[in-house]
């Protein structure tokens, strides 16, 4: 089991910035050898793809939405996962999951996605 636990989530006005943190604990070895991703759910809606690194980080891939203005990055070393979110909008407003994938290769689908965190709240002010 990983356990995943995001930090780094507030309420912050459009145009700004926020940096959101996903520690994993438990089975590290499983952390540092899968891929990574970042999801959101907002109300009424399905969770939806945001961001994927590869496990070693060399590989990312971004949602429509998220590419130019959000970076997924890793760091091994610290079994963390982060989000840098520039440039939000009010509709970047949602719970902002991070997820361990069931492979080394980074994904989109969320299916291919065993272990989740609790979720961390992002609220965009126009």
């Known amino acids: 089991q990983v356990q995943l636990v995001e930090s780094g989530g507030g309420l912050v006005q459009a145009g700004g910035s926020l940096r959101l943190s996903c520690a994993a604990s438990?089975?590290?070895?499983?952390?540092?050898?899968?891929?990574m991703g970042w999801f959101h759910q907002a109300p009424g809606k399905e969770r939806e793809f945001v961001a994927t690194?590869?496990?070693?980080?060399?590989?990312?891939y971004y949602s429509d939405s998220a590419n130019g203005r959000f970076t997924i990055s890793r760091d091994n070393a610290k079994n963390t996962v982060y989000l840098q979110m520039n440039s939000l909008k009010p509709e970047d407003t949602a719970v902002y999951y991070c997820?361990?994938?069931?492979?080394?290769?980074?994904?989109?689908?969320?299916?291919?996605?065993?272990?989740w965190g609790q979720g961390t709240q992002v609220t965009v002010s126009s």
């Open positions: 997820a361990a994938a069931r492979g080394a290769q980074p994904m989109s689908n969320i299916r291919e996605y065993a272990y």
């Open positions: 438990g089975r590290t070895g499983t952390f540092r050898s899968n891929a």
């Open positions: 690194i590869s496990w070693s980080g060399g590989r990312t």
